[in-house]
Nanobody
Framework: GQLVQSGGGLVQPGGSLRLSCAAS????????MAWFRQAPGKEREFVAA????????RYADSVKGRFTISRDNVKNTVYLQMNSLKPEDTAVYFC?????????????????WGQGTQVTVSS
């Protein structure tokens, strides 16, 4: 199945954006979902993850209190609401899927990936 991302773009510091990631697979509800990001010259890093039921989430310390991950298992979509954006949030953001009984945050354990979407925070 495919993961198709939307959202992103250019926003001023302090602004907000919402990323969406739609899955074509009907078994979407069985997957844990996560967002990762990669800035130029840097390694891909974990941002947020949500377990298949939506009942558990994890966040990187750098985004806690500012970003919220959520999912709609009827619409087969996961979201990343990003508030109080900072220039250091600038990166390409990727959604990903992992079918495992625990909520993991290591990118190499995620088997499905979206196409990536650019988020630029700049005045």
């Amino acid at each position: 199945g495919q993961l198709v991302q939307s959202g992103g773009g250019l926003v001023q510091p302090g602004g907000s954006l919402r990323l969406s990631c739609a899955a074509s697979e009907r078994t979407f509800y069985m997957y844990n979902m996560a967002w990762f990001r990669q800035a130029p010259g840097k390694e891909r890093e974990f941002v947020a993850a949500i377990i298949w039921s939506g009942g558990l989430t994890r966040y990187a310390d750098s985004v806690k209190g500012r970003f919220t991950i959520s999912r709609d298992n009827v619409k087969n979509t996961v979201y990343l609401q990003m508030n109080s954006l900072k220039p250091e949030d600038t990166a390409v953001y990727f959604c990903s899927a992992d079918r495992w009984h625990e909520l993991r945050i290591e990118s190499e354990q995620y088997t499905k990936w979206g196409q990536g979407t650019q988020v630029t925070v700049s005045s």
